[in-house]
């Protein structure tokens, strides 16, 4: 059992789990701004069956920004993949308009998984300007793991942590995600299928943490245990 589980009831639905997680992390105390603008790398999989996904993430990026103005701002990459081997990332935007209009020319196409390519994008662009976090949001996985978990390790090594949420429940995916996750120091955490709510609030959450860091966060799981702890354990596992 890894330890960020350690203080969970184990049989809790993953969607009272989240819940609790988001409604805790909603009240967090706000690390001081004045910084630099945080940089978030958001990859999504643009497969097939992630059509109703990428139609929600359009409709609800907007409140990343908003959520992270009083905390200097953030710049969003939007990375995805889908079809044979197509794999774009946009230019860096800071404002929810411009990525909504680069989002909305995106359709979803058949294809296998990317993952190894986002990671090894992340590490990319960090080299060349830090990446405070990148949260990938997907539903299956089709690669070689020790491919990914190297790149994941390599990542890690950046201080780059990835968030990897989970739609629907493939062990496959859940195990690459959850090691993912570990390596990079991130955390793994599982929503709902077709719950436009708990995505929305995953994205705002990750959001604060590029934008403000996880001082929050830290000080949120001393005060309040529950999924914040859970958090903030998966994430000092890489220590």
Same mark, same amino acid.
């Given at each position: 059992?890894?330890?960020?589980?350690e203080k969970l009831?184990?049989?809790?639905?993953?969607?009272?789990?989240?819940?609790?997680?988001?409604?805790?992390?909603?009240?967090?105390?706000?690390?001081?701004?004045?910084?630099?603008? /945080?940089?978030?790398?958001? =990859?999504?999989?643009?497969?097939a069956s992630r059509?109703?996904?990428?139609?929600? =993430?359009?409709?609800?990026?907007?409140?990343?920004?908003?959520?992270? =103005?009083?905390?200097?701002?953030?710049?969003?990459?939007?990375?995805?993949? @889908?079809?044979?081997?197509?794999?774009?990332?946009?230019?860096?935007?800071?404002? =929810?308009?411009?990525?909504?209009? @680069?989002?909305?020319?995106?359709?979803?196409?058949?294809?296998?998984?990317?993952?190894?390519?986002?990671?090894?994008?992340?590490?990319?662009?960090?080299?060349?300007?830090?990446?405070?976090?990148?949260?990938?949001v997907g539903d +299956?996985?089709?690669?070689?793991?020790?491919?990914? +978990?190297?790149?994941?390790?390599?990542?890690?090594?950046?201080?780059?942590?990835?968030?990897?949420?989970?739609?629907?429940?493939?062990?496959?995916? @859940? @195990?690459?995600?959850?090691?993912?996750?570990?390596?990079?120091? /991130?955390?793994?955490?599982?929503?709902?299928?077709?719950?436009?709510?708990?995505?929305?609030?995953?994205?705002?959450?990750?959001?604060?943490?590029?934008? /403000?860091?996880?001082?929050?966060?830290?000080?949120?799981?001393?005060?309040?245990?529950?999924?914040?702890?859970?958090?903030?354990?998966?994430?000092?596992?890489?220590?």
């Amino acid at each position: 059992m890894a330890r960020g589980d350690e203080k969970l009831p184990q049989n809790r639905p993953a969607s009272d789990a989240v819940a609790e997680f988001l409604k805790k992390v909603a009240v967090a105390p706000r690390p001081a701004s004045g910084g630099p603008r /945080g940089r978030l790398v958001v =990859a999504l999989d643009a497969t097939a069956s992630r059509g109703p996904t990428w139609d929600r =993430a359009c409709r609800i990026q907007a409140e990343m920004f908003q959520v992270t =103005a009083t905390l200097g701002g953030l710049e969003v990459q939007l990375a995805y993949y @889908r079809g044979l081997g197509e794999f774009e990332a946009t230019p860096w935007v800071a404002d =929810a308009a411009g990525l909504a209009r @680069r989002m909305a020319g995106v359709q979803c196409l058949g294809g296998q998984t990317q993952i190894l390519r986002v990671l090894r994008h992340a590490h990319g662009e960090t080299s060349a300007h830090k990446v405070n976090a990148v949260v990938f949001v997907g539903d +299956s996985m089709e690669e070689d793991i020790d491919a990914l +978990s190297a790149a994941a390790g390599a990542l890690g090594l950046k201080g780059v942590p990835c968030f990897m949420f989970q739609e629907g429940d493939d062990p496959v995916a @859940r @195990r690459a995600f959850q090691q993912v996750a570990k390596l990079t120091g /991130g955390a793994w955490c599982p929503f709902d299928t077709g719950s436009a709510d708990q995505l929305r609030e995953l994205l705002r959450a990750v959001a604060v943490f590029a934008a /403000g860091g996880r001082a929050a966060l830290s000080d949120l799981s001393k005060r309040s245990g529950g999924m914040a702890l859970r958090l903030t354990h998966q994430m000092d596992q890489k220590k």
